[in-house]
């Protein structure tokens, strides 16, 4: 689940924003409002955020913390909810997404439009005022190439949609980092890497399953555009790319032998499945579903076993010892 | 006559978009309750200098 991938298993009749009436006053709950957040991208960005944060060489008050990861999750979003607005038409076709709520009807397309630029602007301006500018700028820059470049530019427009738009969920562990440095170095920027090349094998093996689907939608995903085989091949490549630089925070010194074993044990099984994807053929999906699935586990462990490691629990363990 | 009226009434909301309405306003009543409590806290932990930060 990266911020190019969220979207519950729906199922149901579709309907287009765009068909609703303008003029009838909103229906809209609290629950369809926080529906445009996207709460499960939200929480991985909080938890990716949170990583960046604690493992940073600087020490910032909870209150702070608190405060920056509530502005960066907030900022994520925004940015789903500008994507829901943008993408209603097609949202509109594909199951995976057809019961969102503009599709659906339950929010209209300048309710969405609205909420979206007001999270936006408060996050980014919360963040810069109390925190850091430095993270507020990140996360302004986030919030554009995740609802400009990647929604309303790469989505429709190129197969490489993901991959270049994968860095929008590859930015949170830098801005947590730049919110407790004012700064940028190597570590977050191994971060992003992760995460920047975790997106494509993750997104593609779903893509894998859901071609059909985009296909109806009429979004140029790489299983549409160049075929089952040759997104495989991609599958496989960006999992070799991956799995080296999963193991580069314990090579570069930056992660302990903890981190170091996960990320070798856990990049082997990535790549295995990898290998498995690479090896089927449609109508086949398990071996996707399977990589899909473990791509999820595989970040997770890798972030919280650096939070362990690094940050809070490698300070909790530290406090202990003396 | 009727058009007059309808007119002077305005929009008539039914009940479910006035439950509507009443939940999105709680919840925006509540999220300013919650952004004077975080500013507040922000306040006392930076003292006299909350909006000096690094840049």
């Not at chain 1, 689940?1 to 729906?10: I, P, R, Y």
């Not at chain 1, 439009?113 to 007001?118: H, P, R, S, V």
């Not at chain 1, 893509?207 to 009429?218: H, I």
Request: charged content about 15%; overall charge positive.
């Amino acid at each position: 689940m990266s911020l190019v991938s969220e979207g519950a298993d729906l199922r149901g009749p579709v309907f287009t924003g765009r068909d609703a009436a303008y003029a009838e006053p909103s229906l809209a709950g609290v629950g369809d409002y926080l529906a445009l957040m996207k709460p499960r991208v939200m929480s991985l960005v909080v938890f990716t955020a949170l990583t960046g944060l604690a493992v940073a060489p600087a020490h910032l008050h909870p209150v702070m913390a608190f405060t920056a990861l509530l502005c960066i999750a907030v900022g994520a979003g925004a940015a789903g909810a500008l994507n829901m607005w943008y993408d209603a038409d097609i949202d509109a076709r594909m199951v995976r997404t057809a019961r969102r709520p503009v599709p659906m009807g339950r929010v209209q397309p300048g309710e969405a439009l609205a909420f979206g630029l007001t999270l936006a602007g408060f996050s980014v301006a919360t963040l810069g005022l109390m925190v850091s500018w430095a993270a507020a700028a990140l996360l302004a820059f986030t919030i554009f190439f995740y609802a400009v470049v990647y929604t309303a530019w790469l989505k429709r427009a190129t197969p490489q949609n993901i991959v270049i738009g994968g860095a929008a969920g590859a930015f949170p562990p830098m801005i947590g980092w730049a919110a407790a440095t004012g700064s940028l170095s190597l570590e977050p920027v191994l971060l992003f890497l992760i995460i920047f090349f975790w997106t494509p094998p993750h997104f593609w093996a779903l893509a894998l399953y859901r071609t059909d689907d985009y296909a109806r939608a009429g979004i140029p995903m790489l299983p549409v555009v160049a075929g089952d085989g040759a997104t495989r091949l991609q599958v496989l490549l960006y999992t070799v790319i991956l799995v080296p630089l999963g193991v580069a925070p314990w090579g570069f010194g930056f992660a302990g032998l903890l981190y170091g074993a996960t990320a070798a044990i856990s990049g082997a099984v990535m790549l295995l499945l990898a290998w498995q994807v690479y090896n089927e053929r449609r109508p086949a999906d398990r071996a996707s579903r399977n990589l899909f699935a473990f791509s999820i586990l595989y970040l997770f462990l890798l972030f919280a076993v650096l939070l362990v490691e690094r940050g809070w629990g490698g300070a909790l363990l530290g406090w202990a010892a003396t | 006559m009727d058009d007059k009226r309808t007119e002077e009434k305005g929009v008539v909301l039914s009940e479910a978009q006035k439950r509507a309405r009443r939940s999105r306003s709680i919840a925006i009543a509540i999220a300013l309750a919650a952004l004077v409590v975080l500013f507040y806290a922000i306040t006392l932990v930076k003292g006299p200098g909350v909006l000096n930060r690094p840049l």
